[in-house]
């Protein structure tokens, strides 16, 4: 049963992420549109980068918790577990959608082609493909722990693709601009510092809404766990 | 469409998706809240 103070005490500090998520969009909507110049080669449409590229962290981050949550949960079988992996995978899947669109508005003046198949963009959509699934189980099967385990399983399988996407512009020829954060030479070297810093402010917002809105889905399904336990309590004494 | 063009609706899809999954989850909070209210009627009702 959830405890009325905890659920109190949880509120208030949802509401202290929302503003600080708030705060952190605003900087980083003044940064990218004020603050940071415009890229001499690509020109205003190179902006995109600063929704791109957190979105991309954003979804990757959202399944390396799918990946290691699926762990625990196989591990421990606690259902915790399972919740925190179905919630941060639609999130995963949410913004991973947002790159796969952001990327074509992008690509088309550029490149010239809104898709490329090329190594980083297809297993970028293969990623998607296998987080849609993923949810899909979860929305079709009816066996409760049957079909936590069969997601788990696929929530690991799935996160295996994130190292190969990373590394895909590195070992093969690719439309896709090769990494300017991380690169050989270190940390940021492969970029102006204001488009680094506006990039860190919008990676910091994206990833304070990440929290808040993994917040709010744990929540909902705890809720819904305790929902459905009553009804079945309430069968059971009927 | 120019360059700014594409600049917009960059923006109107990564808005729009985050102020659409967060329309969805408030629909679904408000469908829990209303089993819920049901649900302590119907076990008030019995009990």
Redesign the interface.
């Known amino acids: 049963m959830m405890n009325p103070d905890a659920v109190e005490e949880n509120q208030e500090e949802g509401n202290i992420l929302v503003w600080l998520t708030g705060l952190a969009f605003l900087a980083a909507m003044v940064a990218i549109f004020i603050y940071v110049p415009t890229e001499r080669t690509e020109g205003i449409i190179q902006r995109i980068m600063y929704f791109h590229v957190p979105s991309a962290w954003l979804s990757f981050f959202a399944f390396f918790v799918v990946f290691l949550s699926s762990i625990l949960f196989l591990w421990k079988k606690e259902r915790e577990w399972d919740i925190y992996a179905h919630a941060s995978a639609e999130i995963g899947v949410i913004f991973c959608s947002l790159v796969l669109i952001t990327g074509p508005i992008w690509a088309r003046p550029i490149w010239g082609a809104w898709w490329v198949w090329d190594a980083r963009l297809t297993s970028t959509l293969i990623l998607w493909i296998i987080y849609v699934a993923y949810l899909m189980l979860r929305t079709q099967s009816d066996a409760g722990s049957m079909r936590a385990r069969y997601a788990a399983v696929l929530g690991i399988v799935g996160f295996l693709n994130i190292p190969f996407i990373h590394f895909s512009v590195l070992w093969w020829r690719t439309f896709h601009p090769q990494p300017k954060v991380i690169t050989n030479e270190g940390i940021g070297k492969g970029m102006d510092p204001t488009m680094l810093a506006t990039l860190g402010i919008s990676v910091c917002a994206f990833t304070l809404l990440y929290f808040l809105l993994m917040g709010v889905r744990v929540r909902q399904e705890k809720l819904k766990d305790e929902i459905d336990r009553l009804k079945r309590e309430k069968i059971y004494s009927a | 469409m120019d360059?700014?063009g594409?600049?917009f609706?960059?923006?109107v899809?990564?808005w729009g998706?985050?102020i659409y999954?967060?329309y969805t989850?408030r629909q679904?909070?408000r469908a829990?809240e209303k089993?819920?209210e049901l649900?302590k009627e119907?076990?008030s009702k019995?009990g």
């Open positions: 360059n700014l594409f600049l609706a960059a923006n899809v990564v998706g985050i999954y967060v989850i679904r909070n829990l089993d819920l649900l119907t076990l019995e």
